[in-house]
Structures are given as C-alpha cells and as structure tokens.
C-alpha cells in the first residue's frame, strides 16, 4: 500500500520533480484545508498524488487531483488511489492531468475506466507566454497595443509595488466579480493564500497605484520554471491610465526574477484558436471578457488532456451530473 505523506513529506517527493504544478504542493493542499476540502497525498518511490476530498451533500464525497497526479502514476499508482477514494467513501475520483492535449496519457485513461468529464474544475486552455531572452525582446513579442499600453500606463505615472492589503485587495476583487460576472472568494480565502505561498517566496501581491490610490492589483504565484496569474482585479476608476498591462508586466518582471521561464495567463475559452480569433472582438461572456486581454502578450495558446471521471459509484455519481448542471444553470 502507497503511504499517505506528511506535508514536509510530500515536498520532499515533489522536489524530484521540480515542475510539479503548483496545485500539487504541500501548500494548496494547506489552503484548501481551510476551505472545505481535505488533502490526502500518497507517493510511490516516482509517483504520487495530492488528493483533496470533498463532501458535497450527506454521502456525497468527490475525489479531485488538480493539475496531477505526478510522475508515471496511472500503473504505479492507480490502485492505491482507488483503495483510498473507496475507503472515504467517495462517488468519483476526478483527475486533471497537467498533460498537454494529445499527450498518450489522453488514449490511455479510457482503457483504465476514465470517461471525459463533462465537468471541470480547472480551466482546460490557457496562454503561456514566454520569458525567454531580454525584457526589449519579451516586449518585441507582444502585440504593439499591448506594448503601447505598457509604456503609456509608465508615462501617465502608474506605479507598480508589492502590497499586502488584503482588504482592499478583496474589495477590489468584489467591484470586478461584479462588474465582469465571475464568483470571488472570501478575504479570508486570498489572505491564507498570501500567507501560505509568500512566506515560501512563491508568491507575491502586486498593485498598480497612481498618485497613492490603488487601480488594480493582481497575485502572481510561482514554483519550478512556471508563474501563474490566478487572481486579479481593478477599479472602474483610471482604466484610461492602463494600470492593469503595467501590473502584468511587473508580475512577468517578477517571474524572471525567480528563475521562470514561462506564465501562463491561466484561463481563455476553451475554443479553437480561428474561433477565438473571429469571435473575440463581439464577444464578453465568461472568459471571453479577458481574453482580448490575455491575447496581447504575445503567448501560445495551449491546452491540456483535460478532466477525467473515475466512477466509482454510477448512482451518487449521475446525481451528481445533476446538481453540477442546475448548479451552472
């Protein structure tokens, strides 16, 4: 039976794989602990998996890896995930593989019993721009919108600086949730996320202020060769002064710093890159919203094998299927 590791454990496992996404770590597995989920990680001497658990309704309990499992898992690691999901009593074990489309794990999770989920939890597409070569040559690869947008916001006299205003970070977060439509998480939620990650150096909180008043601030992450940008917000005040191409552009500063060599962007609609392209001027919905946005820093579109459903028990498991579509209704 694969051992269930301590946090300090399971850090040591990921080290030998330094590109483990940033779902995996011990540290996600700490902030979701706060928040309803229960992390449980099992590792092999080359595979492991960070799993969080949780109880959705009375005997409804999901099994969810983010962005994992790590290593050659579905041989070395499939039954012990199995043994563990069923223990908890648990209706599905839901898998999002950090794999890119097309990768050969996508042809071998059917013939271990996976269906394609019709729910995910993760965006499935996302831009990655790279970091590659000098800050003029990062500029050069982005879109000259983009790039104008970056210089104008630094001429008018926006200021980039790290920030540790939770609050007003969440208020911010709030003015965009309402204005954008998308759901936003407590303060709480972003507080433990800053405290978890920046005093481990893999995160930091960036706001884009003009004469002392905040207009946008995002959170930037980072582990191994890759950042990311999961969170940000801005002020229906100032748009004209571009603060949030200055914030991004800062966070890529930031990334480089640390070594990394690409960012994604985290999250587009997940649509070919010819509708994406002849749709996106007409469309705001959903993601639609950010990427006109995300499009001008001059990254590559990429996407991943997606989610998978393990079934583990059909009843639960279709009931699901219908409390996760009236939830998206």
Same mark, same amino acid.
């Given at each position: 039976?694969?051992?269930?590791?301590?946090?300090?454990?399971?850090?040591?496992?990921?080290?030998?794989?330094?590109?483990?996404?940033?779902?995996?770590?011990?540290?996600?597995?700490?902030?979701?602990?706060?928040?309803?989920?229960?992390?449980?990680?099992?590792?092999?001497?080359?595979?492991?998996?960070?799993?969080?658990?949780?109880?959705?309704?009375?005997?409804?309990?999901?099994?969810?890896?983010?962005?994992?499992?790590?290593?050659?898992?579905?041989?070395?690691?499939?039954?012990?995930?199995?043994?563990?999901?069923?223990?908890?009593?648990?209706?599905?074990?839901?898998?999002?593989?950090?794999?890119?489309?097309?990768?050969?794990?996508?042809?071998?999770?059917?013939?271990?019993?996976?269906?394609?989920?019709?729910?995910?939890?993760?965006? !499935? *597409?996302?831009?990655?721009?790279?970091? =590659?070569?000098? @800050?003029? &040559? $990062? /500029?050069?690869?982005? %879109?000259?919108?983009?790039?104008?947008?970056?210089?104008?916001?630094?001429?008018?006299?926006?200021?980039?600086?790290?920030?540790?205003?939770?609050?007003?970070?969440?208020?911010?977060?709030?003015?965009?949730?309402?204005?954008?439509?998308?759901?936003?998480?407590?303060?709480?939620?972003? !507080? *433990?996320?800053?405290?978890?990650?920046? =005093?481990?150096? @893999?995160? &930091? $909180? /960036?706001?884009?202020? %003009?004469?002392?008043?905040?207009?946008?601030?995002?959170?930037?992450?980072?582990?191994?060769?890759?950042?990311?940008?999961?969170?940000?917000?801005?002020?229906?005040?100032?748009?004209?002064?571009?603060?949030?191409?200055?914030?991004?552009?800062?966070?890529?500063?930031?990334?480089?710093? !640390?070594?990394?060599?690409?960012?994604?962007?985290?999250?587009?609609?997940? &649509?070919?890159?010819?509708?994406?392209?002849?749709?996106?001027?007409?469309?705001?919905?959903?993601?639609?919203?950010?990427?006109?946005?995300?499009?001008?820093?001059?990254?590559?579109?990429?996407?991943?094998?997606?989610?998978?459903?393990?079934?583990?028990?059909?009843?639960?498991?279709?009931?699901?299927?219908?409390?996760? !579509?009236?939830?998206?209704?």
């Amino acid at each position: 039976m694969t051992p269930r590791l301590s946090p300090d454990a399971w850090e040591a496992f990921l080290a030998r794989h330094p590109d483990a996404h940033l779902l995996q770590s011990a540290a996600w597995g700490e902030l979701k602990a706060h928040f309803g989920w229960e992390p449980v990680r099992l590792a092999s001497s080359n595979a492991g998996a960070q799993l969080l658990l949780r109880r959705l309704a009375p005997g409804l309990t999901l099994a969810y890896v983010p962005r994992g499992p790590v290593g050659p898992w579905l041989s070395a690691l499939l039954p012990d995930l199995v043994a563990e999901c069923r223990a908890r009593g648990a209706f599905a074990l839901k898998v999002e593989p950090e794999a890119p489309e097309g990768d050969p794990l996508e042809t071998s999770l059917p013939a271990h019993g996976f269906l394609r989920a019709k729910h995910a939890i993760q965006p !499935r *597409r996302t831009i990655m721009v790279d970091l =590659a070569g000098s @800050e003029d &040559e $990062l /500029l050069d690869r982005m %879109h000259p919108k983009t790039r104008y947008n970056i210089r104008l916001s630094e001429r008018k006299g926006v200021q980039v600086r790290p920030w540790d205003d939770l609050r007003t970070f969440h208020h911010l977060l709030q003015s965009t949730g309402e204005r954008d439509a998308f759901g936003v998480h407590s303060e709480a939620y972003y !507080r *433990r996320a800053y405290e978890l990650f920046h =005093a481990r150096g @893999e995160c &930091e $909180l /960036l706001v884009a202020e %003009h004469d002392g008043r905040p207009l946008a601030a995002l959170m930037v992450f980072a582990r191994g060769s890759t950042a990311w940008y999961f969170y940000g917000a801005s002020s229906s005040e100032g748009r004209n002064l571009m603060p949030t191409y200055a914030l991004q552009w800062e966070a890529m500063r930031w990334a480089r710093g !640390r070594g990394c060599s690409r960012y994604d962007l985290w999250g587009v609609p997940d &649509e070919p890159e010819s509708v994406l392209e002849s749709e996106f001027t007409r469309r705001q919905d959903g993601l639609w919203g950010v990427y006109r946005f995300k499009r001008g820093f001059g990254g590559q579109l990429a996407r991943t094998a997606g989610a998978w459903d393990l079934v583990l028990r059909p009843g639960l498991y279709r009931l699901y299927g219908f409390a996760a !579509r009236s939830l998206r209704g």
